[in-house]
């Protein structure tokens, strides 16, 4: 499924590569190390089409961080990676202050740190670009299985889901993750509104 044109999908990759852009200069001075995110590959789905094997998130276990925003349009977003990495990023994020044996009593606040820089750098990025005020609440992280984190997800979208993939690279440590957009059918229509004006106005 994808009612998006060629333009508005253009757009949108191209909103969200200056929002990963923002994201890792700002995850670049929390390590001291250069961090690199990938340029996002934007697609759009039915939420009940989702699953692991389409996320390629195959992991015993996966880690989501949730804020939900407000405006024009409302949205639930969403950043989902396997836990197990999203540790190595922690332990990198505290600067090897903590053990690695001793991350996971910090995994939450860590988590929903990094997924605040991310998902905000990315929704300012939009608002920025669109030309609109978006407000955020405050991030909540929850891990489980990938069926039951995915099963969550799909229970929650109002029908559809904009899907970015990225990848997240510190180092030698990789990250695969994805941007999660839970959108009505509503909220798509007046955010591709808001895509079209940008697009006249370049």
Known sequence: MNPLSELQLDALTEIFNIGA???ASSLSEIVGDEVKLSVPCVQ??????????????N???LGAVKQSF?????????????????LEIVHD???SQVGVEDVAEFEQEAMC?????ILNACLSSMADMLDVTLNSSLPVYSVGTAEVVLRQ?????????LVLHIDLNIE?????????????SSSLQKLLAHIDRFIAGI
């Open 21 to 23: 852009g923002r994201a």
């Open 44 to 57: 759009l789905y039915q939420s009940t089409e989702i699953n692991a094997d389409i996320l390629s998130l």
């Open 59 to 61: 992991s015993s276990r």
């Open 70 to 86: 407000n405006g024009p349009f409302h949205a639930d977003a969403m950043l989902l990676f396997t836990e197990d990495r999203a």
């Open 93 to 95: 994020i505290m600067n």
């Open 113 to 117: 740190e990094l997924g605040n820089i």
């Open 153 to 161: 997800i799909v229970s929650e979208s109002p029908s559809l889901m």
């Open 172 to 184: 030698k440590r990789h990250l695969q993750g994805y941007l999660v957009f839970l959108l009505s």
